[in-house]
Structures are given as C-alpha cells and as structure tokens.
C-alpha cells in the first residue's frame, strides 16, 4: 500500500510540473494572442491625429461623413500645420484641443485656457485679463470628474451657466502669503466647488474686493477654472506662474437624443451591435453602448465586440488547471486526482488541492451546519422584522440630532410644550407623500411644502435636503432659536418630527409669499403703497430689535433679506427662516464665525473679519430697506456695472443728490418724499461700512414707527412751533436728515467696488 501511494503521489507531481512547463512555454504565444490590434473605426477611415486615437462613432474631418457619427459634435478636426498634428472640437477656430476619446468610459477631454482677472498699481490690468468661456452642442460637462477651482487671495470667482441662468462659485481670501501652504484647495489662497450635471456651457467672471491692492506683491491676478478631479495641486507659485497655464477637463458624450428604449424600436439607427448592452446617459441625453461582459472591442462597429480569450492572460485571470476559452467567458479544469475550482482567487475556490480522505466528512459537517443555521435564522426572523421598525425610528431620532435638541433645550432652560411631535405618517398624509404639487418653495438647505392636518388646519412643512451633520446643526439651530422667540411677526414653530430620514419643522403657513416676490414681481409690486411698505420695514426692524435687545438671549439672525419676510392676506410681515442665526452670550459682544449669508445683503466689515455682531443685521435690514424704497434687487449680473450692487449704487445716487431717480414711482409720489428721504438716510446709516457708526435696531425701529405715527396724526404738522425745537424720535433734527441726504460713505466705494456677479446664495 505504500509503494501504491508513493507512486501516485510522484505521478501527480509530474503531471503538474508538467502543466506549469506548457503554460511558460506557450504564455508568449498567448499574451501576443490577447493583445490582437482590433480595429477601432470603420474600415477606410482615419484613425489618428497626431497623439489621438480616434475611435467611431467619433471621425477626423479628413475623413468621409461616414466615418462618424452624424452629429457635428462627434467630428475631430486635425490640425496638420503643427508636427505632430493637433486635434481640435469641430474646427481650429473652437481652440478646443482634444487629448483623449474613451468608447468605454464614453468621456472626452479637452483643454482650456486658465481664465484670469488681474491688477496693477494703478489698477485694472485689462490687457493681461481673461474672462474664458466654454458653449457645447451636445457634450455636457461631467459633474462627476470635474471641480470649478478659483485661485487668488482677493478672489470670488464665479461658474455662470447661461443656458440655464444660474451661478455658482467660491470664495478665497487671505492678507498674508504666509496664511498660505501648498496642497489641496483648502479655501485659503485655493477654493473649489462641484459642477451640477447637463451644464452644456459656462463662462468664468470675478470680483475681487481690494482690486488685489493689500496683495499685489505677491499675487497680482485671480484665476478660475473648470479642471478634472485630481489634474490640479495648488503651489503658491501658481498666484503667478498659472497666467499661461491650461486646464484639462472631462465632458460626457453619449448618442443621439433617444433612450435606449425608443432607439432600439428603429433597427436601422441603432447603434448598438452584436455582443452589446445599451444604457441610457446620466448626464445629458442619448444613450451608450458597451461591450458585454467578457467581450472588449468598439461597441459602436460591426462584429466591434470581440471575445475576451482569458487563456492569454493568466495574470488577470488565474488558472492552475487547463483553461478553455469559450465564447464570453472560460472554464478552468484541474488535473486528474486534484480537486476544486481551477480559477484560483475567484469567489468560488482557492485552486486545484489535493483530494483529502475526509472530504465528505466536511462537506456534511458545513451542510449540518447551514441546516441549523436557517432554523435559527427562521425563528429569529418574525422577532427582527417586529424590532427593525423600532430600531430605524430610533436611530433616525439620534441620527437627526434628537440627543442634542433635548440638550440643548436644557441648557437654555426652555420647554416645547407649545409643540408638538409630528409622527412621519401625519406629515406624509398631510402633503400627500410628499407631492410635487404641494412645493411652495426651496432653498439652499430644504424644501417647504404646504401641509393640510386634521381639521382644515393649513401648515408650512420644512424638510431638509440631505441628512449630514450641517443640515442636523441647521435643524437644531433652528428648533433653539425659535424655541425662544415670543413676537406675533416672527413664523409661529408648531413642531417637528425626528422619526425621518431627514428632520422636519412644521410652522405656521403663511400664504401671501415672500417680501422679494411682492417687490420685484411687477404684477405684485404695485400693491405695495408707501404706507404698507413703510409698515412692513417698521413690522421688520421691531423684530430684529426684539432679538437683538429683549430676547432672554440676544439673537442675530445672521441672513436678513426680503425672501425671508412672509407676508400674510393683510401684508403684515412675518421674518422665518432662523436655520443661520446665533445666540450670543450677554457677556459678549461679537462672535467669530464662518461667513455665512447672501450676497448683496452680507455686512462687508462681517465678510473681511468674520466678526459677527448685531450691526451685521442692521447692514443687511439696511439693504432690505433700500429694496422698499427702489424695487431693485440686491444684487443683479442683468444690470450695468454701476448698477449690479444695489448698496452702492443707493450710496452713489444719494451723492449725487439723485435719490428720486432711483426711488419706485408707486413710493415717490410727492405726499410721501419728506418720509422717503428721512427713510432713504436711515438706510444710509444702517449701510456704514464701520459698524460702529450704524445705529442699532432698537433705534431703527423706533424711528421707523416715530415716521409712522407722524403719517398717522398730520396734525402734528400743522402746530406752531420753533423749526428748531422740531425733534425727531431719535433726537436728531429733521433738516438734519434733509442736509445730510448728499452725503456718502466714501470707504464703501472704494472697497466694494470691483466686478460684481450674480448673487451667489450660501444655501439660504
């Protein structure tokens, strides 16, 4: 028996040796049989420019239309003016240089000119200035492999999409070049922000608030740019050295405009071929074609998908036994007297093992095993699914700060028991799951849907838009801050539910719309009489001077502006959305935060230092007041350069003494001007640059509702007294306000002034 076993045991050595001597003797043989040049265009077709693969469905423009697809956008056209030649978007003047075409990931990367703003000792430096701008026809640009990365340290750069008119962008700025360090966009000298899918064009513009001035020495020009994920590492070289640089991004490309389904109804146009899977275009339309899995090769050509011969390539797929290729796939055999899966590493083995005597033994230990395993799993079953609803309840309550809204009501020493806790099945009645229909706004951090409870009762409900930890602060934040606000003009909290997946507050539904709407919507705006809007400035300033002053806890609320006053059917206002405000310690008098508010409302002192203090809500009211009195928007890319910040254009008319050209015709109608003009230089106070010169909001109110009272009693004007013991509310004399009206804050024109862009909202 044991001469028997020895000789078996060298049988099965030699045999194996002698499999792994076939496999190194034919491995050349069959890596040079995987690696078969497979065409990648249609026959008679060019295939290169210069560097570039040109794969169909894409075609040179040397070429016949049949070499490509018939869309403009897929034509490549080759440069032979340059060794070697250099292949561009559509034509030469495009300047869209190509570097790279992929029919399997279906992407596309060009170049582009680094965009620049830049400045000398005298200012502007138009001549070394660069606005660059980028319009496709069909390739979006992919929101998944590319950033927008802007580059200065007095620098806002801003990504426009003029097709579907909005803006994004980001902010970077520091005083020093030692604040600065080399590495990743970090927001300091570098920041950078996400692309938004089936973006098909942009252009890149700036505004820079010291026109460089405190950092020319070392960083002269602002840049932007739209860059792959991963191509760019900031160096602080490159506040200099990116003047000549270019940006490589990627775009999206797929075919036509149809979904596979629609596609595949007409044969004739369908591009898809043998050995092939359709899938419709995440960014953009149309649909791609892809080779099936074990096929490679041009899915867009005739017999394009070729057989993957996994027997020439041992390395990417192991095999210990004798490998079959077979069409799509292989088999792996093991030799005679092993046993096992061939295909070492796979999911389904560990190779070819010797047979051991107790195999069966394991095998029916695992199979004793699996049988009591699934009766324990069957009766543990009935007893998990009763407890997961439970547990997913209490994990959402955890998850959507629960914990922290019950600490943070204790230490503020503050009940909700005017509150209620809305289950998730009340809530998804009351909006009918949630129904597009019942949308009556978004924001930068939820949406708001108007609810129906039991009872014809009508409600706001506010639901966040993703559930991570800054919309958890946002929420909780929230839930304090009204927790401890007791006005009749300030949105009524009727309670929240944590039992979702994102948390929800339920207020008050407030039906007439936003301050913003009725201001700039001209079919609204008309309505809105001087003594309406002059009571809802006043309704305004009495809130924020209630949280500012009598409050328990002083409150800024941090994003003051005209769509964050509601207006009920008898247009009194009502302030909401408290997601940004901060209490502040009556021992202090400032707190340092991260900027946070909307463009063209933001206290440009708050904006340099991230000092936040209650004169940073008085710069904004100040702002909204300003909106009252002109029917302008805050911040407007559609007007001329003087125009675009409404603050410094009210500033700049009131120098000139042309106040009643800017003022709405429906307030300036002659009755009114002394009150448009005492209120006119109330906003210019609140709009100081220093915001210690501003009054505070207990001053604004009352003499708002001084202006107010005098409207309401014109018998006051009609008593004979000395024009110099004629006082105002606030103790200043009223030719005061009428001498004073010329005169401007100098400081803010000359910091602000720059290239101002669209409003860029932080996600109120």
């Keep these: 028996m044991e001469r028997v076993e020895g000789r078996t045991m060298v049988i099965h050595e030699f045999l194996l040796k002698f499999l792994v001597l076939g496999i190194i003797i034919l491995g050349p043989y069959q890596s040079h049989a995987a690696e078969a040049d497979y065409s990648i265009t249609k026959p008679g077709c060019q295939s290169s420019c210069g560097n570039l693969s040109i794969p169909y469905p894409f075609g040179s423009s040397d070429s016949s239309s049949d070499c490509h697809f018939n869309f403009t956008s897929f034509i490549v056209y080759c440069d032979h003016s340059t060794v070697p030649p250099i292949p561009y978007m559509w034509n030469r003047s495009s300047n869209l240089q190509i570097s790279d075409i992929s029919v399997e990931d279906h992407e596309m990367r060009i170049s582009l000119w680094v965009g620049r703003d830049c400045y000398n000792s005298s200012g502007y430096d138009q001549s070394s200035s660069f606005y660059p701008w980028l319009t496709l026809a069909k390739f979006p640009i992919s929101s998944a492999k590319n950033k927008f990365t802007a580059v200065g340290c007095d620098t806002l750069a ?140 041009n899915p867009y050509l005739e017999n394009g998908c070729h057989d993957i011969d996994e027997c020439a390539d041992p390395k990417k797929y192991p095999c210990e036994g004798k490998c079959n290729n077979t069409e799509g796939n292989y088999t792996c055999l093991c030799p005679k007297g092993y046993h096992g899966y061939g295909k070492k590493g796979s999911e389904n083995g560990q190779g070819c093992i010797v047979n051991p005597s107790y195999l069966m033994k394991i095998l029916v230990g695992v199979a004793a095993g699996i049988i009591v395993l699934l009766f324990g799993i069957g009766f543990l079953y009935f007893g998990y699914k009763k407890r997961k609803f439970i547990r997913l309840k209490e994990q959402y309550f955890k998850q959507n700060g629960g914990l922290l809204l019950q600490q943070q009501l204790h230490e503020h020493d503050r009940t909700t028991k005017n509150a209620k806790i809305f289950s998730a099945e009340e809530l998804e009645k009351a909006t009918n799951n949630y129904d597009e229909s019942r949308i009556v706004g978004r924001g930068g951090y939820g949406t708001v849907y108007k609810g129906l409870l039991p009872k014809n009762v009508v409600v706001a409900i506010k639901k966040s838009k993703l559930a991570d930890q800054s919309q958890i602060e946002q929420f909780i934040n929230e839930v304090i801050v009204l927790s401890q ?280």
């Excluded at 966009?185 to 252009?203: A, F, K, R």
């Excluded at 719309?513 to 305004?540: C, M, Q, V, Y």
């Excluded at 609320?557 to 206002?573: E, F, G, Q």
């Excluded at 007041?625 to 029917?631: F, N, Q, R, S």
Aim: hydrophobic share 35%; aromatic share 8%.
């Design 158 to 297: 801003y990504f426009h999409d003029r097709r579907e008119n909005f803006s994004l962008g980001c902010m970077s700025l520091c005083g020093n070049i030692t604040n600065v360090s080399n590495g990743s966009c970090s927001g300091v000298g570098c920041c950078e922000t996400n692309i938004p899918t089936d973006s098909l064009n942009y252009q890149i513009s700036f505004m820079s608030f010291y026109r460089h001035a405190y950092v020319l020495d070392f960083n002269p020009c602002s840049y932007a740019f739209v860059a792959e994920i991963g191509s760019y590492n900031f160096s602080i070289g490159d506040f200099k050295q990116l003047r000549s640089r270019k940006s490589t991004l990627v775009l999206d490309w797929a075919i036509g405009k149809q979904t596979c389904e629609d596609a595949e109804k007409d044969p004739a146009s369908y591009m898809c071929k043998q050995n092939t899977k359709c899938a419709n275009a995440e960014n953009g339309s149309g649909y791609k074609c892809t080779c099936l899995e074990g096929y490679q090769g």
């Design 485 to 764: 606000i007791n006005h009749r003009n300030v949105v009524k909290l009727l309670g929240c539910c944590l039992e979702t997946e994102v948390p929800l507050l339920v207020y008050d539904f407030i039906n007439n719309g936003t301050l913003f709407d009725h201001i700039h919507n001209p079919n609204k705006s008309s309505k809105l009489s001087w003594e309406i809007r002059l009571r809802i400035a006043s309704e305004t300033a009495g809130v924020l001077s209630y949280l500012h002053s009598a409050a328990s806890t002083p409150i800024i609320h941090r994003d003051v502006k005209s769509a964050n006053i509601l207006l009920d059917d008898s247009y009194t206002a009502k302030v909401s959305d408290f997601g940004a405000s901060r209490l502040v310690p009556l021992d202090q008098m400032q707190l340092s935060t991260m900027v946070q508010g909307t463009l063209g409302y933001l206290d440009p002192e708050y904006l340099l230092t991230s000092q936040l203090t209650e004169k940073s809500d008085v710069y904004s009211f100040g702002v909204v007041l300003v909106e009252l009195l002109t029917g302008k928007k805050a911040l407007s890319f559609d007007q001329s350069e003087e125009e675009r910040s409404l603050a410094m254009y009210f500033l700049s008319s009131l120098k000139k003494g042309k106040l009643f050209h800017i003022v709405e015709g429906i307030v300036a109608n002659g009755e009114n001007n002394e009150q448009v003009t005492e209120v006119a230089n109330l906003a210019k106070r609140c709009l100081r640059i220093k915001s210690e010169e501003r009054p505070t909001m207990k001053e604004v109110a009352m003499e708002l509702e001084g202006l107010r009272a005098m409207a309401n009693h014109p018998w006051v004007n009609g008593i004979d007294v000395n024009p110099e013991e004629t006082i105002c509310l606030l103790g200043e004399k009223t030719n005061v306000y009428m001498n004073s009206i010329a005169s401007t804050s100098t400081g803010y024109t000359d910091s602000m002034k720059s290239h101002v862009m669209p409003p860029v909202s932080s996600g109120r």
